[in-house]
């Protein structure tokens, strides 16, 4: 078993810096223009040939409520019409991508986000899955990994039982805060009892995992209330819990313009906010994934973690990085081979490409050599909080300490600060620097000094 996660105050405020998630290496920062829809059907035949399995993302953007934290792509709309012709061009999306694959390509995993893909109304949702299951090979046995997100304000018991039919077995549930004062000032009201209700049905249903994403650093929010809103979270008892900081962009996300930053938490309750939870979670008996992402031991990423098979890519954690990702849905991204490609952001424009009969691909990237290099080393190192230099060089054919050299001082700095251990085959990422391994992983990444570090949120 890993050894716990050490805070150390001092540490983190020294490696608390503005870097990326790494749901990807490169990250969507260095996507451009030149890469288009033929650079997709070139990778969707290399998919074909090789068979590999797949892993569907479905963007639904609409929400009926706007959340001032939020930074997805979203849509906000009480109009429950838009839906429709939207998924009519979804659905012509999924149509024209999946002609170009072997219908016996199997769909280990899907997920649909958003938004609010709870939005659509059964008829819909129906409507969307039956040209899914017609299209692509999506499994019948219940084995596959096929998640939603779930906002509990739009989902009831029907709803829950109409999405376990349609061959959904985990739910993610949007909770966020507790707190009144907090859920007001970020306009999203939502009783623990929506949130009980929800999460009885699932597992009546016998969904069979259960997800609950909380925020910490939203306006109004002390170490005091947030710690009573992780204290009910984990009477709910998920199998997994997301604990994401809260990036206040307001210049980059318009609707965090509504957000009063005096109202804000100082970097110092942030800490503790998070300490705290770290504490209680630990305490309940949740595993540190890493990032913002705690699991219970037997829970499916955790043993992925200690068998050191676990994978990250833009689902985040998971056990599927084996699969081919393909996103389907306004700003979807895709990750096929070495291709990154993404959808248009825009929905008018996406909506009207589809609707001239063209995909929707409106930047991307092909990764070259480096990339695929250092993604492995950034996969192993925010993954397993390890890496072994000899299967790096075995798999690249390169001298690991020759390759990096000019990274050497870097690395050998944060050893001697106590984050990693440094040693002549390895890296180990120690229990004081695992908060920190997106610090230690943007060592490796060639783009970053050329980056504008405004645009990601910071590591803690």
Not at 259 to 286: C, D, F, V, W
Request: charged share 20%; glycine share 6%.
């Amino acid at each position: 078993m890993l050894d716990a996660i050490r805070w150390d105050t001092d540490l983190i405020r020294r490696y608390d810096l503005a870097g990326p998630r790494y749901t990807s290496y490169p990250t969507a920062v260095q996507f451009n223009s030149q890469v288009g829809t033929f650079d997709l059907f070139h990778a969707l035949r290399d998919s074909r040939k090789a068979l590999r399995p797949l892993s569907l993302y479905v963007h639904v953007p609409f929400c009926a409520n706007i959340c001032y934290y939020c930074a997805c792509n979203k849509v906000i709309t009480k109009d429950r019409g838009r839906a429709q012709p939207y998924l009519q061009r979804l659905e012509q999306e999924i149509q024209l991508i999946a002609c170009h694959l072997e219908p016996t390509q199997k769909v280990e995993q899907l997920h649909f986000g958003g938004g609010t893909p709870t939005f659509l109304s059964h008829d819909e949702l129906r409507q969307l899955m039956a040209h899914l299951r017609k299209h692509f090979n999506l499994l019948d046995d219940d084995s596959g990994d096929y998640g939603i997100e779930i906002d509990p304000r739009e989902a009831d018991w029907s709803t829950m039982g109409l999405l376990r039919e349609l061959g959904f077995n985990r739910v993610s549930i949007g909770l966020q805060d507790l707190d009144p004062a907090v859920q007001r000032a970020v306009n999203r009201l939502q009783s623990l009892e929506e949130t009980r209700a929800v999460i009885d049905a699932a597992r009546t249903l016998q969904f069979r995992s259960i997800n609950i994403d909380l925020i910490y650093g939203l306006p109004k929010q002390t170490p005091e209330n947030f710690a009573r809103t992780v204290e009910e979270v984990i009477s709910l008892q998920p199998d997994r819990l997301s604990v994401f900081n809260y990036a206040h962009l307001p210049e980059r996300f318009m609707p965090q313009r509504r957000i009063n930053s005096h109202e804000l938490p100082s970097p110092a309750q942030k800490l503790e906010m998070l300490q705290r939870t770290i504490e209680q979670l630990t305490a309940a008996g949740y595993r540190y994934i890493g990032m913002d992402h705690f699991a219970l031991p037997d829970d499916e990423l955790a043993i992925a973690q200690e068998e050191q098979t676990l994978q990250r890519n833009f689902q985040g954690y998971t056990t599927h990085g084996h699969c081919d990702l393909i996103g389907l849905g306004v700003s979807a991204i895709s990750q096929i081979g070495d291709l990154y490609c993404q959808n248009n952001s825009d929905l008018n424009q996406y909506q009207n490409t589809l609707a001239a009969a063209q995909l929707a691909t409106s930047r991307g990237l092909v990764c070259n050599a480096d990339d695929r290099l250092r993604r492995a080393v950034i996969q192993q190192l925010i993954c397993n909080f390890s890496l072994e230099f000899a299967e790096i060089e075995q798999a690249f054919n390169i001298d690991f300490q020759g390759y990096f050299g000019a990274l050497w001082p870097q690395l050998q700095g944060m050893a001697n600060d106590g984050l990693i251990n440094l040693e002549r085959e390895r890296i180990e990422v120690l229990p004081a620097g695992r908060l920190l391994v997106r610090s230690v992983c943007m060592v490796f990444d060639a783009y970053l000094e050329q980056q504008n570090r405004q645009r990601f949120s910071r590591v803690i």
